[in-house]
């Protein structure tokens, strides 16, 4: 076996080398009234594609539904390949969510049998660099030999990590920002507690009134400003969890997660760095966070 | 959330727990606590805090079941078929909701199924044994780091019996939470009886108290990968055949994860994954 497999069949992967480059697996997902389709695709010439036209593999996803640990697994028999004029092969889940908040998703091309298959260039798909021609290979039953990168409805904007709530027993003109890292993923984990009069502010940002390539009023500043404050409060509290120790990573919710890397990805500042300025990340995020206000779906 | 059963609204509940855990030992510990001693200082306690005005309505579930202290930390089997009786109806997402079960656990005070004090009980089966728990550390120095120590030790057990996820996250539903550990343990017992077409008293037999504790460890991790039917119900079929527990059954959940790494055993049938698990077992 060459020395830099991993495994002794090759499976595709992303940014793997088992397989020649036009050989590419790409899923695309979409979840709309508790529904999820899932669409397949795979391109090239490779035994995988002889395989999933035989029946002898299928597509399958895995479903994982966070907050109560639930698994679902389904496939695709054959008759629901398609193949495109191009020649990729298609395949479509469609199926029904009992939840209220969409799944991860795990795709994977599986063989449902054991299997020979011997190296043959181009027709086995597989690059020339890892498997010589004529090697003879035994595939086992049930082994994944593509794998899709898990793909989520996460996503870090502004408006999915964002709740905005009215308090009227508030002190005018005040609001408090409430973390809360371990948020289920029907929830959003940051919270803005806001007396009515700041409430009524922000509404305007949810309701697209501030552009924010050209700021022409202090009420808009005085808005964006308030979600930088919110920020700056979000990025102190994760670093200090940080510094704490009680940051574990498993345990905090996917958007706050996600958020957490973009921040760390524009503005260069990796929490629980020493020199890590909240305030200062907050106000380099600002034109992200209300772009997301504007175009996200809050409440 | 997907039904319409009452419950705290997510924000306060969390602030709640949260706020308690600040600092250990501190005032703001003591006077739970020792609101925790009686029925009418705890609702008082509950009360003054945002928890009361933030409830969310909805259709109440019938459940009078009356627990004693020790049935309440550790429900036998009446209680626990009681408790399936009230709550069978509710659906997953409920069930993994907190801001519900926390809800449940007031009402439960409210109507005089247990006491207060009750939830500080940790389990070692003595009678009162919440309540000189709580007394005996209000007696304590807060001064000293021990005294502190137990003191939030305490707190966080009170949390756990009321299903907050402040101490350890929303596992806590899971195992923790004694409602939340007799509704998912006979959620899976029924669901896997019909699976593999098995009497559910088997089922639970086979998921025993001690075998649950570590099953729902790995299920409710991060790394679930059991949470599939096809996978817990072959390593059902393999626990009726041989009764592993342990660490044993540890390193078989942990070597079956590796597998899953490159196998899809979520497809394969119980049987199969059964197969698959006595060849782990064999190799250890």
């Known amino acids: 076996m060459n020395e830099y497999r991993i495994l002794d069949f090759p499976v595709w992967q992303p940014e793997g080398a088992d397989f020649a480059e036009d ?3 790409s899923v695309e997902v979409e979840y709309r009234d508790r529904r999820l389709k899932v669409t397949h695709s795979l391109e090239g010439q490779s035994f995988i594609r002889e395989w ?3 029946g002898t593999a299928v597509f399958s996803v895995q479903l994982l539904y966070k907050d109560s640990s639930e698994r ?9 390949v398609k193949k495109d004029q191009g020649g990729v092969l298609h395949a479509i889940h469609d199926i029904a969510i009992d939840f209220s908040y969409p799944p991860k998703v795990t795709p994977s091309i599986v063989l449902v049998e054991q299997r020979k298959l011997v190296v043959q260039h181009p027709k086995s798909g597989l690059s020339s660099l890892l498997w010589k021609p004529g090697e003879p290979i035994s595939i086992p039953a049930w082994a994944r030999i593509a794998c899709h990168a898990p793909l989520d409805f996460t996503s870090g904007e502004t408006a999915r990590l964002i709740t905005i ?13 409430s973390v809360n890292e371990g948020a289920a993923e029907s929830e959003k984990p940051v919270t803005l507690l806001c007396a009515k009069d700041v409430y009524n502010e922000l509404r305007k940002i949810k309701q697209g009134e501030d552009d924010v390539s050209s700021i022409r009023s202090c009420a808009a500043a005085l808005r964006l400003a308030i979600i930088t404050q919110a920020l700056s409060v979000v990025y102190a509290y994760m670093h200090r969890l940080y510094n704490n120790n009680d940051f574990n990573a498993e345990d905090i919710n996917d958007t706050l997660k996600a958020h957490l890397e973009d921040m760390q990805e524009q503005t260069g500042m990796v929490l629980g760095n020493e020199n890590f300025e909240p305030g200062l990340a907050a106000t380099q995020m600002r034109p992200y966070a209300i772009q997301a206000l504007n175009t996200g779906e809050n409440e | 959330m997907a039904a319409p059963y009452a419950r705290f609204a997510t924000i306060p509940w969390i602030e709640f727990g949260k706020n308690l855990l600040t600092e250990k030992g501190a005032q703001q510990q003591r006077d739970f606590l020792q609101a925790c001693l009686s029925k009418r200082d705890f609702q008082q306690h509950i009360e003054q805090s945002p928890l009361s005005l933030n409830r969310e309505q909805g259709d109440p579930i019938p459940f009078s079941y009356r627990f004693t202290e020790a049935e309440f930390y550790n429900p036998c089997k009446d209680s626990q078929e009681a408790i399936w009786n009230a ?3 509710i659906d997953k997402e409920t069930a993994a909701d907190d801001c519900f079960w926390g809800k449940v656990v007031m009402d439960m005070i409210e109507k005089k199924q247990i006491e207060p004090a009750w939830l500080a009980a940790d389990g070692k089966g003595a009678e009162e044994e919440g309540r000189h728990r709580i007394e005996r550390l209000l007696q304590s120095d807060a001064n000293k780091d021990t005294d502190s120590n137990h003191m939030d030790s305490c707190v966080r057990r009170v949390l756990r019996s009321l299903c907050h996820r402040a101490p350890r996250r929303k596992r806590i539903i899971f195992y923790d939470f004694p409602l939340g550990r007799v509704w998912w343990r006979r959620h899976w017992a029924d669901r896997m009886a019909e699976k593999l077409s098995r009497d559910r008293e088997k089922i639970l037999e086979t998921m025993d108290e001690t075998n649950y504790k570590l099953l729902a460890e790995k299920l409710y991790s991060g790394k679930s990968y059991l949470g599939a039917d096809n996978v817990f119900g072959g390593l059902l079929l393999f626990l009726e055949k041989a009764p592993v527990k342990g660490d044993k059954l540890k390193d078989i959940l942990d070597r079956l994860a590796y597998l899953s790494a490159w196998k899809a055993i979520e497809l ?7 197969d698959e698990i006595s060849r782990i077992f064999e190799c250890l």
Do not use: H, I, K
Request: glycine content about 6%; some cysteine; overall charge negative.
């Open chain 1, 23 to 25: 050989v590419r697996y």
């Open chain 2, 268 to 274: 394969q049938s119980p049987e199969e994954n059964c």
């Open chain 2, 87 to 89: 709550f069978n109806g």
């Open chain 1, 52 to 54: 999933l036209l035989q």
């Open chain 1, 72 to 80: 679902q697994a389904y496939r695709l028999e054959r008759n629901n």
């Open chain 1, 165 to 177: 709530d009215c308090d009227e027993t508030m002190q005018s003109g005040t609001m408090r920002t």
